[in-house]
């Protein structure tokens, strides 16, 4: 089935540095949420991109759906140590029952050296 | 508060054993969908139930069984227990079937198999 590729697995980085995760496919995807899973917690939804070439920000966060909606990343300006956690993309598949189905990528953890 | 609760929300318990997860969604929402993460890993997709009726099936082992009840709640049926199953288990909801609604996660059940 469809699978969504997501680099890297972790990432460690300075507070105040830059952060970026990509999700990719080898097919066009219908749409992409991303996830944000604290240390100990639970997935919470993010955002959701539907068009080709989509940008959405959420203050720090920049989210991007690329031209051919084949990939995706989420860009972090400037970490703190709030953003630490999983970043977990997710897309649609066709279940075995034939109808779609959203599936999750690996995810990125990703922790803040202060 | 997501608005989905999971109980219990530690269980321990032996090898060959079964036990039973339960899932609320949140008000008003139609689809729960069952997830295992092991340590370390990504978001394990088992089954997805949309109004009471099996909708996705991941790869979830035979062992396992899931069902929806009228009121919407659902129960993770899990037997013969493997050291293996030790895992958080996760619970989400959305209001359609579909991939283009955000899911809600309840806060999961950490199953230990001794």
């Known amino acids: 089935g469809q699978q969504v590729m997501q680099i890297p697995q972790y990432q460690h980085v300075q507070e105040g540095e830059d952060f970026t995760t990509y999700c990719n496919s080898s097919?066009?995807?219908?749409?992409i949420q991303w996830y944000k899973q604290r240390p100990g917690g639970h997935p919470v939804f993010l955002i959701q991109l539907v068009k080709s070439g989509e940008v959405k920000k959420q203050k720090r966060l920049t989210f991007q759906f690329g031209e051919a909606k084949k990939n995706s990343s989420l860009h972090i300006t400037a970490t703190q140590t709030t953003d630490v956690g999983t970043y977990f993309c997710?897309?649609?598949?066709?279940?075995?029952?034939?109808?779609?189905?959203?599936?999750f990528g690996t995810g990125t953890r990703l922790t803040i050296i202060p | 508060d997501s608005g989905v609760t999971q109980t219990p929300k530690h269980l321990i318990t032996a090898t060959g054993q079964r036990v039973t997860l339960r899932c609320s969604p949140r008000s008003g929402d139609l689809s729960v969908y069952w997830y295992q993460q092991s340590l370390d890993q990504g978001l394990q997709f088992l089954i997805q139930y949309y109004n009471g009726e099996e909708r996705a099936k991941g790869n979830i082992l035979e062992r396992f069984s899931a069902q929806q009840f009228p009121d919407l709640h659902s129960e993770l049926n899990l037997s013969s227990l493997e050291l293996g199953d030790s895992a958080l288990y996760f619970c989400a909801s959305s209001y359609t079937s579909g991939s283009y609604d955000e899911q809600f996660f309840g806060p999961g059940t950490r199953l230990t198999v001794l």
């Open positions: 097919t066009t995807l219908s749409n």
């Open positions: 997710a897309s649609e598949a066709i279940s075995n029952f034939g109808n779609e189905k959203l599936t």
